[in-house]
């Protein structure tokens, strides 16, 4: 082989494994880029589910955040329940029991820049100072305030022995449309079939005390009815006992262990 023959061969030897390392360093871009779009979608559908904090306060009442929204459910307790938290834009109650609407509550809060979805019997109730900022809910009806679908969900008694306590019609339950998820707060109530009736809930806040609401036994059945992802027991201080919320968590579990029951801590002033 003359010396320009061996030239021509080494020349388009280094030609060919020049395209082939250029080849295989764009499919290892091609690999990173698409292993960082994964890691992008996964960490955004983290973010989206991670914008809503939830945060007790007591018994029935609770903060949720969501982006610039700040929502109170329930508020009573005082400004001091609520040192450390950030302004309301929304508040929703949901019955004109003193456990749900207190009005001296609402007077020390800084109500200034919130919107109030409310039964029309909890507006009956609230001074006229408040009456431009309310929006008047009925069973079955829903809302769009702040950004958030707001459905009104019934919540009433069924025994005989409790019909007085909550009467059809007259409080709301809530079920709250945010990005992705439902979150479904029973208020106070019984298994109702509206409730059992509920569909597509990512985190249900679960009633239970006696008498005025229902039994563990009552809620358990209910929620395995339809089957939220999550199930938080709340508003379980009864009269004069304290529902079992490890009874009603073992109810579920027995039967759909795909139902994760989240406790919270809704009395940090007690031992329960």
């Known amino acids: 082989m003359n010396m320009n023959k ?10 060919s494994f020049s395209c082939k390392e250029a080849k295989k360093s764009e499919n290892d871009m091609k690999s990173t880029q698409e292993v960082e779009e994964d890691i992008s979608s996964t960490m955004k559908s983290e973010n989206t589910n991670a914008k809503i904090d939830i945060t007790p306060i007591e018994h029935a009442t609770a903060v949720l955040e969501w982006n610039d929204v700040v929502i109170y459910l329930d508020p009573v307790g005082g400004a001091e329940a609520f040192e450390g938290q950030k302004q309301p834009t929304l508040i929703l109650i949901t019955d004109i029991h003193g456990d749900h609407l207190n009005i001296e509550t609402l007077n020390e809060l800084d109500t200034s820049n919130a919107t109030f979805v409310v039964p029309q019997a909890v507006a009956d109730e609230l001074p006229e100072k408040f009456s431009e900022q309310l929006v008047i809910m009925n069973n079955g009806t829903s809302e ?8 009104a969900i019934p919540m009433y008694n069924l025994r005989e022995e409790a019909l007085k306590f909550h009467s059809n019609g007259r ?4 079920v709250l449309n945010i990005d992705d998820q ?7 109530t019984e298994d109702i079939p509206e409730m ?9 806040f679960i009633c239970m005390n006696l008498p005025y609401t229902m039994t563990e036994e009552s809620a358990a059945a209910a929620v395995l009815d339809f089957k939220p992802k999550q199930v938080y027991p709340y508003h379980y201080r009864g009269k004069p006992d304290v529902s079992d919320v490890e009874k009603f968590k073992n109810l579920v ?3 759909n262990q795909d139902i994760e029951v989240v406790q919270l801590d809704w009395y940090p002033n007690e031992e329960y």
């Open 171 to 174: 409080g709301n339950g809530y």
């Open 6 to 15: 061996l030239l021509l061969l080494i020349f388009i030897t280094s030609i």
């Open 196 to 204: 059992r009736a509920l569909k597509n809930i990512d985190k249900a």
């Open 182 to 188: 439902r979150i479904y707060f029973s208020g106070d």
């Open 144 to 151: 769009v305030v702040s950004g958030i679908t707001i459905e």
């Open 253 to 255: 579990n027995a039967a």
